[in-house]
């Protein structure tokens, strides 16, 4: 398989070097808000969660300012000066591995996690194997996994708007694959005027691994 979707990532990185604007995030408003929302989709204290596309690890430092208390930050990423950039952070409770969670399933087992978070990091995959890498994530967390993406019913003033290199999901699509795996979902779409939206899927107490 081509690793194609993380050139974008690559030609920002030789553009600014291993700095925020590399990570491809519109702004850091955006990622913040997207951070918060996933952060109230799942109980985090005392787990262990894996960020699958992690990039700096700003997740991680977002999490450590609204005193969640994990027990483990595990940091993946398949841009290697991202990682190196992350890991000189010294961020406390947090480990960093350079591996490409797409081609390498395996990578998504580090840690034996309970929870893994996507936060952009599907948005330059073809929404086929975006659904795979979710697919695999469930597989191997624990107690869920929560994922954000861009969503095919945003309201009027972003139906326009060019999102390249990221492209928009089938929201309802989504909806219903997550629904078919546990009845316990968690959805959102009421930040940014729809023009991102958030699922979360957990497993009930009995079936935690």
């Known amino acids: 398989m081509s690793d194609d979707y993380l050139d974008p990532y690559r030609e920002a990185v030789d553009r600014f070097g291993a700095t925020f604007d590399a ?3 519109n702004s850091r408003e955006f990622q913040r808000l997207r951070f918060e929302v996933l952060r109230g989709m799942v109980d985090l204290n005392g787990l262990t969660l894996l960020d699958a596309g992690c990039g700096l690890g700003d997740l991680c430092e977002h999490l450590r300012e609204r005193n969640v208390q994990l027990a483990r930050y595990v940091g993946v990423d398949g841009v290697p000066e991202i990682v190196e950039a992350a890991k000189r ?8 591995h350079c591996r490409d969670f797409v081609a390498d399933a395996e990578a998504l087992r580090l840690g034996r996690p309970d929870v893994i978070f996507f936060s952009g990091s599907l948005n330059t995959l073809p929404e086929e194997t975006a659904r795979l890498a979710a697919q695999r994530a469930w597989e191997a967390a624990g107690r869920g996994i929560a994922f954000n993406f861009l969503s095919d019913r945003p309201s009027a003033p972003w139906r326009a708007r060019d999102t390249g290199p990221a492209s928009r999901f089938n929201t309802l ?6 629904l078919g795996v546990t009845s316990l979902v968690r959805f959102r779409q009421d930040y940014l005027a729809g023009h991102d939206a958030t699922i979360a899927m957990l497993r009930p107490p009995t079936a935690e691994r």
């Open 23 to 25: 990570t491809l995030w």
């Open 89 to 96: 952070r010294q961020l406390p409770h947090a480990e960093f």
């Open 173 to 178: 699509d989504w909806l219903d694959w997550a």
